[in-house]
T-cell receptor
Framework: DADVTQTPRNRITKTGKRIMLECSQT?????MYWYRQDPGLGLRLIYY???????NKGEISDGYSVSRQAQAKFSLSLESAIPNQTALYFC??????????????FGPGTRLTVL | RKEVEQDPGPFNVPEGATVAFNCTYS??????FFWYRQDCRKEPKLLMS???SGNEDGRFTAQLNRASQYISLLIRDSKLSDSATYLC???????????FGAGTTVTVRA
């Protein structure tokens, strides 16, 4: 089984709809991240969480919110989706106690299309 | 200026060739550098960390040039399976948040 899973894997929605993307991990890592990837651009950080009670905005948090329900779960919500939020979304985890504290482990991604 | 910049390529090379490409970063104080590999629209995966003295992992060699603020990746004896996008990744502010380049695409042809 994959260590980092994301659901759904693909989603098509309409402008104005609320949508939630979910991420679960079995790696036991405290740190979790949400990124989006657009063609020709690097991954951009939306939100990150260093533990269950810690939530931080990344570089492009406008229009998004997150919830860290447990160490293993980190959800990303689009309250009112708009077409320019069409992108590939990745969840990632990292382990500050590990050998390589910066290495991030990514989920398989969610392809979101907003019409 | 972008925090991490890469030549997008593509680099089209025959099997067995050597290919190399660079990445520049904006903060001279950055301490951690990585190359990640991303296959078409799949998740990025760590290829290798980049150490100050340079390091090899099989056919892959990574180097860091702090004076000029760039890192490089060299692939020797290219295989078809090396075809991918290579992401330059830097912990720009040494705060466990990574900055990603847009990627360099490498296509190895038979």
């Amino acid at each position: 089984d994959a260590d980092v899973t994301q659901t759904p894997r693909n989603r098509i929605t309409k402008t104005g709809k609320r949508i939630m993307l979910e991420c679960s991990q079995t790696k036991g890592h405290d740190r979790m991240y949400w990124y989006r990837q657009d063609p020709g651009l690097g991954l951009r950080l939306i939100y990150y969480s260093f533990d269950v009670k810690d939530i931080n905005k990344g570089e492009i948090s406008d229009g998004y919110s997150v919830s860290r329900q447990a160490q293993a779960k980190f959800s990303l919500s689009l309250e009112s989706a708009i077409p320019n939020q069409t992108a590939l979304y990745f969840c990632a985890t990292s382990d500050p106690q590990g050998v390589s504290t910066d290495t991030q482990y990514f989920g398989p991604g969610t392809r979101l299309t907003v019409l | 200026r972008k925090e991490v910049e890469q030549d997008p390529g593509p680099f089209n090379v025959p099997e067995g060739a050597t290919v190399a490409f660079n990445c520049t970063y904006s903060n001279s104080a950055s301490q951690s550098f990585f190359w990640y590999r991303q296959d078409c629209r799949k998740e990025p995966k760590l290829l290798m960390s980049v150490y100050s003295s340079g390091n090899e992992d099989g056919r892959f060699t990574a180097q860091l040039n702090r004076a000029s603020q760039y890192i490089s990746l060299l692939i020797r004896d290219s295989k078809l399976s090396d075809s991918a996008t290579y992401l330059c990744v830097v912990n720009i502010r040494n705060d466990y948040k990574l900055s990603f380049g847009a990627g360099t695409t490498v296509t190895v042809r038979a």
